[in-house]
């Protein structure tokens, strides 16, 4: 992939994330904007939309960050372990939600029900079984256990700062914008190879090979 593509990559994921945490602050962080308008002021409302899409653009980053890393690990995966990187996946795609639910729930020392920090976890694993199935249409069979992986693993580990911060608010916020940069990311990367690849192809297919080149020659010498 060219330099200019990943650059465009970037710029458009980091717009996409900006977009989209201003846009759900508007509900989030709604008692913010309603200071910001009694008494009405322009300037702390643009300050106010300016700090949310800088804050888009932070998640955006960790997103990009996480996304890239990911490749690393999966082509370490898959020399290290081969046929059995698969399964290390399911594993610890399993383990993840486990640790959504037990971990959290054990972190507030049981003062609310256990069945309502089931709802993450199920949320995630089914957007991301909904990505992984487009990712594997799109590719092939074998995308779909590491496009799992990565919408509900590495997804999970780039909210550990929200979570940390022991606040629903931050959670909200930060995970529709960290969702939809880790799916575009995921569902653009292949139509970006594939276009250059076809692009790579054309001027091939369209340049007479040398030996072809060469029979021609020796047709017009043959016919002088």
């Known amino acids: 992939m060219t330099s200019r593509k990943w650059v465009n990559l970037f710029l458009t994921t980091l717009l996409w994330g900006g977009l989209i945490t201003l846009f759900v602050s508007f509900f989030v962080q709604n008692e913010h904007y309603v200071t910001a308008f009694n008494p009405f002021s322009i300037w702390e409302v643009i300050i106010l939309m300016l700090m949310y899409l800088g804050l888009g653009f932070i998640f955006s980053v960790i997103s990009q960050m996480a996304f890239f890393a990911y490749l690393t690990v999966h082509q370490f995966g898959l020399g290290m372990f081969r046929k059995l990187w698969a399964p290390i996946q399911i594993v610890l795609i399993l383990f993840t939600l486990f640790d959504l639910v037990y971990f959290r729930y054990k972190a507030v020392s049981g003062e609310a029900g256990v069945a309502s920090f089931f709802v993450l976890p199920a949320a995630l694993l089914l957007f991301g079984w909904a990505v992984a199935y487009l990712k594997s249409k799109e590719t092939n069979s074998k995308a779909f256990i590491p496009a799992l992986f ?75």
């Not at 594939?194 to 047709?219: I, L």
């Open 150 to 224: 990565f919408m509900v693993v590495i997804t999970s580990v780039e909210l550990v700062p929200a979570f940390q911060a022991d606040d629903s608010d931050w959670v909200m916020l930060m995970l529709p914008a960290v969702l939809f940069c880790n799916t575009y990311q995921l569902l653009v990367l292949h139509r970006l190879n594939d276009g250059e690849t076809k692009a790579e192809a054309v001027p091939a297919s369209n340049t007479p090979k040398k030996g072809q080149k060469k029979k021609k020659n020796r047709k017009k010498k043959s016919k002088r």
